[in-house]
Structure formats: C-alpha cells, structure tokens
C-alpha cells in the first residue's frame, strides 16, 4: 500500500501561484511515479502532470503547459505541483497519485494509477 497526503490547496486570486505538494508513505517512492489530476463537478477527473521515477520522464496536459511545473524529491518522498498564472477554470479539487512505473513515460490516464490522495481544494477567484 501506498499512502499519499496532498497540501498546499487554498484560496489565490487570478494570475496568482500555489505550489502543491504530495507526501507518500508505506512503500518505496522512488518505484513509483506520480501524477496529479483533478476534479471539478460535473466534469471526469482529468490529468494534469506526471513524472517518472527520477524526474526525467515528464508530461503535462495541453491546458497547464508551460504555466504548471511537476517535481519530485525522493529523499522526501514528496511530490511537488508548482501552478503559477492559474486562472478561474484551474478551481478543482487537486488529487496527487501513484503508478508502479513501467519504464515508459508516465501515464496521463487515470485508470493506470493505483493509489490516490485525498485531494486539496484550488480556489481561484477574486
């Protein structure tokens, strides 16, 4: 079993930044990679980011590219979803997960993880 803790959520006005972050216990992080996707009502869960093992494989949703930055610090066991410029449709409901890698690139689809977070509210709003 892997246990995943996300923080970091909260209230930011348009163009501002939140770093969410994603701590996991129970097995080795390092086997895993992590992605973060969300949810708003109404609307399927959908991918935002995924990072392999050590960070060098890397994908990110169309809608995110260039303004969400993914990381990861094994020695922390922690991963990290920097968001900088969000804008009002960024609001979701964040949630952090894990896949047993492969040795491909990361996965964007949400069947292929096996353990999830409990999810961190994004607010954007002025």
């Known amino acids: 079993q892997v246990q995943l803790v996300e923080s970091g959520g909260g209230l930011v006005q348009p163009g501002g930044s939140l770093r969410l972050s994603c701590t996991a216990s129970?097995?080795?992080?390092?086997?895993?990679?992590m992605g973060w996707f969300r949810h708003t009502p109404g609307k399927e869960r959908e991918f935002v980011a995924a990072i392999s093992w050590s960070g060098g494989g890397i994908s990110y949703a169309d809608s995110i590219k260039g303004r969400f930055t993914i990381s990861r610090d094994n020695a922390k066991n922690t991963v990290y979803l920097q968001m900088n410029s969000l804008k009002p449709e960024d609001a979701a409901v964040y949630y952090c997960a894990a896949q047993l890698g492969s040795g491909g690139p990361p996965s964007p689809r949400l069947y292929d993880y096996g353990y999830w977070g409990q999810g961190t509210q994004v607010t954007v709003s002025s």
């Open positions: 129970g097995r080795t992080f390092s086997n895993y990679y």
